[in-house]
């Protein structure tokens, strides 16, 4: 190293400077003089996109400095360290606004795989963490770190990943990866509510750093699944504060329960639905709406003890409640709250569950006492129907363009729901006017 390597001026070197060879380690913590493509240590690291070096020290977690990452600013290590079937923790420091994404692409694998994990920033520095097994037959793998491409801003620092071993007699839940909302950890749905908080400080965990704090109304649901009918169970947990720390074990019979895929689905939402404005009440009405129709799949594939007249009033209930939610999600694409592709991966989730409700084709009432009806012997007059002029105005809509789907119906008929053009195309359908073509989101409706 010669003398004009260190500038004298650069307040960041001291006045004397001893080098001293290293133990590698796969911590990540950016105190380097520039941030380009190139190894530190072993690790080939490749920033790409949007990114700059911090060295002011006031956005640094550890040191003095970050990286800031804005809009597709992204930072790709690739790791070789890696022995097959083994568990690894990936974890960084991290804070701004919008979502911070973590990605472990494995690679040199015959099928292509990866795992993910995401978070929405705040002010102050959090972790994100990602736990996931490396696969038999893995070469080495891309640790990828993004924020959103629309408008996110995160800053980054002390990077680590390592091999980590699976207790099987660890804690059901031991809070060290954070947990701001509902959400899965590990293969466990938790549901936090009323007031409460992550405390990742270590002042208040019992072991490693992270603990929840719980005030008045806080309340911690967790949804175990793994009970054996008639065995013994015990629920523990090491707790601390002030007043009275109650356990509650409900146990729900298999038709109560509610599907893991219903809440995974609704917390994906919950996720999403984050990025809307707090001022905006469709945010609320959105979120509100999601949960009344995680209710009704309940009730809908509730197995016995449901009359079938009410099956499928919820039914009824179930597709209006779809149609309003999906036009929620769309006010929020338009709106630029929520991106195209995540608008795209739930529309088409809630799209599969309605073609999985069995159409209604007449209206739901209660059961009424049976009347007889003694039947002419002249042929039933075949009924006939006339076209609305919201139906004539599709028809030629559709003898123009050849094509269209709801969406574009929508801009023809700004003055009508999303709900009420489908139950125009349907008596269309009916009547034999048109046909409907492709499935989930693609769906086109065309002239017969």
């Keep these: 190293m010669s003398s004009q390597d260190i500038a004298p001026s650069d307040s960041r070197f001291p006045v004397g400077l001893t080098v001293v060879p290293l133990e590698y380690s796969p911590s990540l913590c950016f105190e380097i003089l520039e941030f380009k493509p190139d190894y530190i240590g072993k690790t080939y690291v490749n920033p790409s996109g949007k990114f700059e070096l911090d060295i002011t020290g006031a956005n640094a977690h550890g040191g003095r400095n970050s990286v800031k990452l804005q809009n597709d600013g992204c930072i790709t290590m690739d790791y070789s360290q890696l022995t097959p079937d083994t568990n690894y923790r990936l974890c960084a420091w991290v804070k701004g606004s919008g979502a911070a994404n973590l990605q472990i692409e494995w690679l040199g694998l ?193 197995i016995s003890g449901w009359a079938s007249f009410q099956k499928e009033k919820a039914k009824v209930q179930l597709l209006e409640d779809i149609d309003i939610f999906l036009g929620y999600l769309w006010i929020g694409k338009t709106q630029k709250w929520l991106n195209s592709v995540n608008y795209l991966i739930i529309a088409n989730e809630y799209e599969k569950i309605r073609t999985g409700i069995k159409p209604i084709t007449a209206p739901i009432s209660e059961p009424k006492t049976p009347t007889i009806t003694v039947l002419s012997n002249t042929e039933p007059k075949t009924p006939s129907f006339s076209l609305s002029n919201r139906q004539k105005q599709i028809i030629e809509f559709l003898a123009k363009n050849e094509k269209a789907q709801v969406m574009d119906l929508l801009a023809v008929l700004p003055d009508v729901t999303k709900r009420t053009i489908r139950r125009d195309l349907d008596e269309l359908l009916e009547l034999g006017k048109i046909t409907r073509m492709g499935e989930f989101n693609q769906v086109f409706y065309q002239i017969k």
């Design 110 to 302: 015959p099928v292509p795989k990866s795992d993910y994990s995401s978070i929405k920033l705040t002010d102050k520095f959090q972790r994100i963490i990602l736990t996931a097994t490396a696969p038999a037959g893995v070469k080495h793998a891309y640790l990828k770190f993004s924020t959103n491409k629309d408008g996110g801003l995160m800053w980054i620092d002390d990077i680590s990943i390592e091999p980590v071993v699976i207790d099987p007699n660890a804690p059901l839940i031991d809070f060290e990866t954070p947990l701001t909302q509902p959400g899965s950890l590990g293969k466990h749905y938790v549901n936090p509510s009323g007031n409460f908080s992550y405390d990742d400080s270590g002042a208040n965990a019992r072991n490693g750093i992270g603990a929840m704090k719980l005030v008045d109304n806080g309340r911690i649901t967790i949804d175990f699944h793994d009970v054996i009918p008639g065995k013994t169970y015990q629920m523990t947990a090491s707790v601390k504060g002030e007043g009275n720390a109650v356990g509650q074990l409900q146990w729900l019979g298999v038709n109560q329960r509610c599907d893991t895929k219903f809440l995974k689905l609704t917390n994906t939402v919950y996720k999403v639905l984050e990025f809307f404005p707090e001022s905006d009440p469709l945010k609320n009405r959105a979120k509100d709406k999601a949960l009344v129709i995680m209710d009704n799949l309940v009730l809908v594939n509730e």
